[in-house]
């Protein structure tokens, strides 16, 4: 763990390089930013010359991998933070420099103890993608096999590993001043980021999400997983069948290899709710760089380092709040927000279900194109502030996925109807799922499963409580404060915890951008 001095440094640089870059201008400016954070951005854009149009790609770039991360995901999110921004950052996920093929040779023979002959019949030395944690090469197998092979770059884990510490120091500061910064607990959000993250630099659990999505959509048609050469696949390479398409963003070529964009996006849209609400497994990386449109029209999606999981009562929640608001039944979308206790119990389901009814009534019936998603979720946000909805994190990958899709979608059609497209889906979940019988059938599982566990119960009850003549149980011992712990904290920790209050903001901005800049 590195002391308070290191984090700090860091933070300050960070900023610096946020300020010569012009990027804190969306920072400074949300009015939702704790005032020490502001004060914080005007300290660091201290005599920095700003260019006139901000380069946030340039400013995550330079900041480190971890940023470049952080920069993707605002990619996706046009909504919240314009769409000059969301444009800049798109060159973070396709065009950045690629490490030379030799650094990449080693780190495949070194991970395998293997030559890359012994591996490959060819192996092309220029990469066909580079991005922020790994960079993917095409290649033959001995066999004859077209596959691509994607390597970690090297050193990356340790360089991920230190900048996210920092962000869990800045961000234990952050939510420490209260406020919103509390509410949207930026504590919770990075360690969901550390995950996320740890995930994707082990490309084994990368090949396994592969493996179990291709699993769960094997049955929907259109839709396709490339197959895992798992005897060419370890924990820093993973090598899949290679995928030969066109981009789903290219638009102009789709039209002229003749696929239907129309139903393209209204097949994307039903692949998305599938994976989420149906299997409560979904990938979550599904920008326009990680899909692709096979000769057959067959959509096919690459990337899977990032997924997301909702459990069955997560998903029940989520396809009854889709429903209500596609049907209007803004009461029951308010019911379950307080069922799932996302609402404190001391607030009005009537009142919050008006509020609800505020934001969606505007958007029924109207295509996409007539919608302004960011007011929208401008509205949706002010209401969770009004009524002391804690920022969900487990959510948020799902929510940044819906933007994606959605985003998606309306270019390849403008006039796209996402609750139109939804709606069926949607509610023949919820009966197949919700219903009577359904109900029935989960009450007589849970109780088949009670009467199961009773016998191990019973035993686990006898070594809790044994019979007379067992060692009888031990008192809690009391907590002691060990030395080393008593003299970190100098006469000197309150300067360093406010320090660090003040620049908490300059790391956690990045990290909390789930949402945009502040919510």
Not at 43 to 60: C, E, K, N, S, T
Not at 423 to 449: N, S
Request: with cysteine; aromatic share 8%; hydrophobic share 45%.
């Amino acid at each position: 763990m590195a002391q308070p001095v290191t984090h700090i440094w860091r933070l300050l640089g960070w900023g610096r390089t946020l300020a010569r870059h012009g990027a804190l201008r969306g920072i400074e400016r949300d009015p939702n930013t704790p005032a020490q954070v502001r004060r914080l951005c005007r300290v660091a854009r201290l005599g920095a010359i700003q260019p006139r149009q901000p380069d946030y790609a340039g400013a995550f770039r330079d900041i480190g991998p971890a940023a470049i991360k952080l920069g993707q995901t605002l990619a996706t999110r046009p909504d919240i933070v314009g769409e000059e921004a969301a444009h800049n950052l798109l060159s973070l996920q396709d065009s950045l420099p690629p490490v030379p093929y030799k650094a990449i040779c080693d780190e495949i023979e070194a991970s395998f103890a293997r030559p890359v002959s012994g591996l490959f019949a060819t192996i092309e030395h220029e990469s066909v993608g580079s991005a922020s944690i790994a960079q993917v090469h095409r290649a033959v197998t001995a066999e004859g096999r077209q596959v691509a092979v994607k390597v970690l770059r090297p050193g990356i884990a340790d360089k991920f590993a230190r900048d996210i510490d920092t962000y869990e120091w800045a961000a234990a500061h952050l939510e420490a001043l209260g406020g919103e910064a509390a509410r949207l607990r930026p504590r919770q959000v990075i360690a969901n980021f550390r995950r996320w993250t740890l995930r994707e630099l082990d490309l084994r659990r990368e090949a396994a999400s592969a493996s179990e999505l291709s699993e769960a959509m094997n049955a929907f048609p259109g839709y396709r997983v490339p197959a895992i050469d798992w005897d060419r696949t370890n924990g820093r390479v993973m090598t899949l069948d290679w995928v030969d398409g066109v981009k789903i963003s290219d638009v102009a070529a789709l039209e002229a290899a003749g696929h239907d964009r129309k139903e393209l996006a209204r097949r994307l849209v039903l692949a998305f709710l599938t994976q989420a609400i149906s299997h409560g497994l979904f990938h979550a990386d599904m920008h326009q760089g990680n899909l692709f449109v096979e000769a057959d029209g067959t959509i096919a999606a690459i990337d899977f380092g990032i997924m997301g999981r909702i459990d069955r009562r997560a998903r029940a929640w989520l396809a009854e709040i889709l429903y209500g608001l596609t049907t209007g039944n803004y009461r029951r979308v308010a019911e379950i927000h307080f069922e799932a206790q996302y609402v404190p119990p001391h607030h009005s389901v009537d009142e919050f279900a008006t509020a609800l009814r505020a934001v969606g009534e505007p958007m029924r019936g109207k295509p996409v194109s007539e919608l302004s998603v960011g007011a929208m979720l401008d509205g949706l946000f002010a209401i969770t502030r009004d009524f002391d909805m804690q920022t969900q994190p487990h959510l948020l990958l799902l929510q940044k996925t819906m933007v994606m899709v959605e985003g998606i979608a309306t270019s390849l059609d403008p006039a796209i109807n996402m609750w139109d497209v939804s709606a069926p889906f949607v509610r023949g979940w919820i009966r197949d799922e919700l219903g009577p019988e359904a109900a029935l059938a989960d009450r007589l599982r849970e109780d088949a499963d009670t009467l199961l566990r009773l016998p191990a119960l019973i035993r686990r009850i006898e070594e809790r409580f044994p019979p007379r003549g067992g060692a009888p149980e031990q008192l809690p011992l009391p907590k002691i404060e060990l030395m080393w712990e008593r003299r970190r904290r100098s006469s000197r920790q309150p300067v360093w915890g406010y320090l660090g209050a003040l620049v908490a903001g300059a790391a956690v901005a990045l990290a909390g951008s789930a949402q945009g800049w502040w919510g």
